[in-house]
């Protein structure tokens, strides 16, 4: 399909004789899909059983006829207070014993089967009245799992529910004890009744305990969502959908995603770059009102692999937001420039959040394409520019990239149950990975460690906690070259270390006899440039040795299409890595400037530049906050 545009809509805060006028500007700009329900709850059904449908009827209809296309939302993600006193035990608890009241949204624990059978009801009654009608065109399941760190709870539910998730991963307590190592401390069981939430302890938990606390609380997302698709499969064809997240790792996307039909995801790029990365103020300061060069394209690469190919922005930043540190509006081009390097990647749809925007309540202060007074905003021009050249482009066709990151949201829950060190963090280590093909020019996509089929010439899984002889073998068979390291191989399932010794790999002789962890000043440079930081496995073993660091220490290991990297690389060391990579795979980089980025699709290459003044690369001027599409394979273009 061609890409097209979308707009999240909220026909319950205005009055109803708006929504026609509203139809008609959506469709005017080039919007054509609109996502409209998905907080709605109260307003359909205000007292229980009491069910209030007639003015979603009309909006569908209003909106429909004006030739929208419909997202339907189900509205489990606000249940009303009326809900508490069905159900007052549904609230979630944090780690510190505090029950999350009503007042906001996503207040609910996944692990309360009330509430799931809640959500299954209103989900099959939306079904019922809206599964075949002929304007919902996709159905969004609940909104944003994970937002304001709702994944994990420590109610009476979820410890129940952990029990007897943990008898059935284990099938008897000694078994359980060996696994977890609880001889350590005293600290067996004699039955699953004993067990625990791992909050509350006088020092740290068992490791083993709390990862496998964040398997379960993983499960329990898939299984909540699977309820609402399953019985939403019954009743509709449209496509199911959810909108996931930017460095949320609580759960595992792909497991969720293998339910549904499409990914989506919610990008706030401005937001994203004060409060989700660490980088310098210099790099702040460059892109405060762009968001980082890498940050949106990382999720697009990411949800594309968990949506198998099929995915979509949900809510794109229009405007300053409300709920970052600091919240500057986009530099003029920013939107259009997000929302055509969110097609470059395979969008689908691009859809803003929000039409128009609220004069009340918790997000009063969040930018829409219009104002409270419905004035329109800065980003409405340039979403009806995207729009003439997206009628223009016409379809955008991905292809397989080259190059593969190995994804694994598990190593990120292993990591943060014993992080060793304060630097170390598995998102922060595979965005810079991610970062330096990027500035190679390389075009990317992610695997699962499920779904390692395809052929690539070079693959990198850094951190990857557990690898298996299976999961080995596919990494070299589907790779001409594949790279792990640092501290990937270190730990089994149950959190110990392997007893044939890290990184526990059988094709490739390396030992990590020692690990060290750096402060963020610290660092321990290579030999010809570059420098390990945060994170250092001491290696040994008879694998060749490609780099060392200057106290002669190996720091990338190489043995039969597998090579092993001793630390967290700075990008000195990265870009050299991807160089040595390059050279053995036969892979063409294209070093890019700063800011600016390369994407390649089958018959288009998107330069994309973030930076706000202009840039010069192959010939080509880019404006700032800009994008230049260019046809593959003509004279003169690359």
Not at 15 to 24: F, I, L, Q, R
Not at 129 to 155: F, K, L
Not at 171 to 194: C, H, P, Q, T
Not at 273 to 295: C, I, N, V, W, Y
Request: hydrophobic letters at 40%.
């Amino acid at each position: 399909m061609k890409p097209e545009l979308g707009v999240c809509y909220y026909p319950e805060h205005w009055p109803e004789a708006m929504c026609a006028e509203d139809a008609a500007r959506m469709v005017d700009t080039g919007i054509l899909w609109v996502r409209i329900g998905e907080f709605a709850w109260n307003r359909l059904e205000p007292h229980p059983g009491t069910l209030q449908f007639e003015w979603l009827d009309r909006a569908v209809e209003t909106l429909g006829a004006a030739g929208l296309k419909v997202v339907l939302g189900t509205p489990t993600a606000t249940p009303p207070r009326w809900m508490l006193d069905k159900h007052p035990d549904m609230l979630a608890v944090d780690a510190n014993g505090n029950t999350r009241k009503f007042g906001s949204r996503r207040h609910y624990c996944f692990s309360h089967q009330g509430y799931v059978d809640e959500c299954v009801r209103i989900a099959r009654v939306l079904g019922e009245r809206y599964g075949h009608n002929p304007y919902v065109a996709a159905w969004q399941i609940d909104n944003e799992y994970g937002c304001h760190d709702t994944t994990v709870s420590y109610s009476t539910p979820a410890l129940n529910a952990f029990r007897r998730w943990l008898a059935v991963q284990y099938s008897s307590i000694e078994l359980l004890n060996k696994a977890w190592g609880n001889v350590f401390w005293s600290m067996e069981y004699r039955n699953f009744d004993e067990i625990d939430l791992p909050n509350q302890t006088v020092t740290e938990p068992n490791p083993a305990h709390v990862l496998a606390f964040r398997r379960f609380s993983s499960d329990q997302v898939v299984a909540f969502n699977k309820a609402q698709v399953d019985v939403l499969r019954t009743l509709t064809d449209a496509p199911l959908l959810h909108n996931y997240m930017g460095r949320i790792l609580d759960f595992d996307h792909f497991e969720v995603g293998a339910d549904l039909d499409i990914a989506t995801w919610d990008s706030y790029p401005i937001g994203f770059l004060s409060d989700r990365l660490e980088d310098d103020e210099a790099h702040k300061t460059a892109f405060l009102q762009q968001g980082d060069p890498d940050m949106q394209a990382f999720h697009h690469d990411l949800y594309r692999a968990v949506g198998r190919g099929r995915w979509w922005v949900m809510e794109q930043q229009p405007g300053p937001v409300n709920w970052a540190p600091y919240n500057p509006a986009p530099l003029p081009g920013m939107v259009r420039l997000w929302s055509l390097e969110a097609v470059a990647h395979g969008a689908e749809v691009v859809s803003y959040f929000r039409w128009r925007q609220a004069p009340f309540a918790q997000e009063q202060m969040h930018a829409g394409l219009l104002t409270p007074d419905n004035r329109p905003a800065p980003a409405l021009h340039e979403a009806r520019q995207t729009a003439g050249e997206l009628s223009t482009l016409g379809e955008v066709y991905q292809v397989q990239s080259k190059v593969a990151i190995l994804f694994d949201y598990p190593s990120d829950w292993a990591w943060t149950s014993l992080p060793q060190g304060a630097g170390f963090d598995y998102f922060r280590l595979v965005f810079s990975a991610y970062r330096a093909l990027r500035r190679a020019g390389l075009s990317i996509d992610f695997v699962s460690s499920d779904d390692l089929s395809a052929h690539y010439a070079l693959i990198l899984a850094p951190g990857l906690a557990t690898i298996g002889p299976d999961l080995e073998r596919r990494l070299t068979d589907n790779s001409d070259l594949a790279i792990l390291g640092p501290r990937s191989g270190a730990i089994t399932r149950d959190f110990q270390i392997p007893v044939v010794g890290r990184p526990g790999l059988n094709g490739l002789d390396c030992n990590v006899d020692l690990v060290e962890t750096l402060p963020p000043a610290n660092n321990r440079p290579v030999r010809g440039g570059g420098a390990a930081q945060h994170w250092i496995d001491r290696l040994s073993g008879s694998a060749e040795e490609i780099l060392s660091f200057d106290d002669g220490a190996p720091a990338l290991m190489a043995e039969d299409g597998l090579w092993y990297l001793a630390g967290f690389p700075n990008e000195i060391l990265w870009d050299r890595v991807i160089g040595l990579a390059a050279g053995k795979t036969g892979l063409s980089p294209k070093p890019m400037p700063p800011g600016l980025r390369l994407r390649e699709t089958a018959d288009h290459v998107f330069l994309i530049n973030y930076n706000a003044e202009p840039v010069v690369w192959n010939g080509s001027t880019i404006g700032g906050c800009d994008v230049k599409i260019l046809k593959r394979n003509l004279p003169g273009q690359i």
